[in-house]
């Protein structure tokens, strides 16, 4: 235990990498130096984090995951177990090119499904949800339910992760589970203040 981080006997972090106050890091893990790690996140078994990667506080990557360069995930990201990140368009084993690697941004609150796969390049919005097996080959907004193969647009969710019904064109939407009610503006899911 260093610095209030649990980090399993079997997992391995390089000196140089930053990880925040009570987070945890299971079996078989690996952390490169340089990689930067938030506060209260929890790393299932067999999770990697290179060395230029960007995780926020509260995240919670579950088993058999690997956080690649340039994957940045913003405060209380939840990656499902086996998802998938990749770094380049083109990957060839007999040529370099990690001069090529893409910015992926996944924002706050979102959730990526088991065994999706995120293409690097792309941004998946706050509080959005990709779908299990879904595989996203453009950005998909926030709040926006991401199902198939590839991944489309299907429908909102709510803060709290429920699917939203039906938006009328006028007026708001609530959710059945929280309550927190939505409206549509110009294709944008917008949060009603109370």
């Known amino acids: 235990m260093l610095n209030d981080v649990y ?61 690649y360069d340039a994957v940045t995930l913003e405060d209380e990201v939840f990656c499902g177990p086996s998802m998938v990140f990749t770094n380049v368009i083109v990957p060839r084993a007999f040529i370099e090119r990690k001069h090529e690697y893409l910015p992926t941004r996944i924002g706050r609150g979102a959730t990526l499904g088991a065994n999706s796969t995120i293409l690097c390049g792309h941004t998946v919005g706050a509080y959005a949800l990709v779908g299990a097996g879904a595989v996203v080959t453009r950005d998909v907004a926030p709040h926006a339910l ?45 949060r009603v203040e109370p």
């Open 146 to 190: 991401a199902l198939g193969v590839p991944a489309r647009p299907s429908g909102w969710v709510c803060r709290c992760g429920l699917t939203l019904p039906s938006l009328p064109l006028r007026g708001p939407a609530a959710c059945k589970g929280c309550g927190e009610r939505y409206r549509l503006e110009e294709a944008v899911l917008v």
């Open 7 to 67: 980090v399993h006997p079997t997992a391995t972090v390089d000196d140089g990498a930053e990880i925040g106050r009570g987070t945890k890091i299971w079996h078989y893990g690996h952390v490169m130096k340089g990689a930067r790690i938030g506060e209260g996140c929890i790393l299932g078994q067999n999770v990697f984090v290179g060395a230029k990667a960007v995780i926020g506080d509260r995240v919670k990557i579950q088993n058999n995951v690997s956080v």
